[in-house]
T-cell receptor, first 114, second 117 residues
Framework: QKEVEQNSGPLSVPEGAIASLNCTYS??????FFWYRQYSGKSPELIMS????GDKEDGRFTAQLNKASQYVSLLIRDSQPSDSATYLC??????????????FGQGTILTVHP | EAGVAQSPRYKIIEKRQSVAFWCNPI?????LYWYQQILGQGPKLLIQ????????DSQLPKDRFSAERLKGVDSTLKIQPAKLEDSAVYLC???????????????FGPGTRLTVT
């Protein structure tokens, strides 16, 4: 089982729709969760972080965390063509010798078409 | 505030050659990370430094990869000898602190795209 697994893509949505990206993780002790956006040929850019169960909203982005189900999601409302990118889910491990090691999922490619 | 700097941006070498990458983290960031990102995959942590000490190098192929951060600021990652499967983007990231509740966010540099032929 992969440590961090994202829903397989690519995901294609029309402009103005809601894009839903999902992520599950295996380390039940994980405490911090992140969504990064990566445009083709560019480095990952942090767009959302969430640490507590529930929803966290920032503009058109909403991150949802359910630690009992070991599930993180990212909703993008009113999707725009500029949102077309690969979205990476990252989970910070609980500790041990890892000092909070960040583990990434494989990424989901999102395409927003006009 | 300047971001994470990396050089070179691109490098093409033949297998069995050696290569070195350089990273300068955001000023004041004590924690520095090197990731390898193979095309179509998420970044994979190779090594993590806290100041000039290694915190985690469990996924670093130590027979060919080495990294150092002698003065606790900039860092170099070396591959010697390179293999075809080392073709990837090498990303450097930094954060202000380490641990679960501190320095949560990592900020990435532009990366070095390595092609091994």
């Amino acid at each position: 089982q992969k440590e961090v697994e994202q829903n397989s893509g690519p995901l294609s949505v029309p402009e103005g729709a809601i894009a839903s990206l999902n992520c599950t993780y295996s380390d039940r002790g994980s405490q911090s969760f992140f969504w990064y956006r990566q445009y083709s040929g560019k480095s990952p850019e942090l767009i959302m972080s969430i640490y507590s169960n529930g929803d966290k909203e920032d503009g058109r982005f909403t991150a949802q965390l359910n630690k009992a189900s070991q599930y993180v999601s990212l909703l993008i409302r009113d999707s725009q063509p500029s949102d077309s990118a690969t979205y990476l889910c990252a989970v910070k491990n609980a500790g041990g010798t890892s000092y909070g090691k960040l583990t990434f999922g494989q990424g989901t490619i999102l395409t927003v078409h006009p | 505030e300047a971001g994470v700097a990396q050089s070179p941006r691109y490098k093409i070498i033949e297998k069995r050659q050696s290569v070195a990458f350089w990273c300068n983290p955001i000023s004041g960031h004590a924690t520095l990370y090197w990731y390898q990102q193979i095309l179509g995959q998420g970044p994979k942590l190779l090594i993590q430094f806290q100041n000039n000490g290694v915190v985690d190098d469990s996924q670093l192929p130590k027979d060919r990869f080495s990294a150092e951060r002698l003065k606790g600021v900039d860092s170099t990652l070396k591959i010697q000898p390179a293999k075809l499967e080392d073709s990837a983007v090498y990303l450097c990231a930094s954060s202000s602190k380490t641990g679960i509740r501190n320095g949560r966010e990592q900020y990435f540099g532009p990366g070095t795209r390595l092609t091994v032929t």
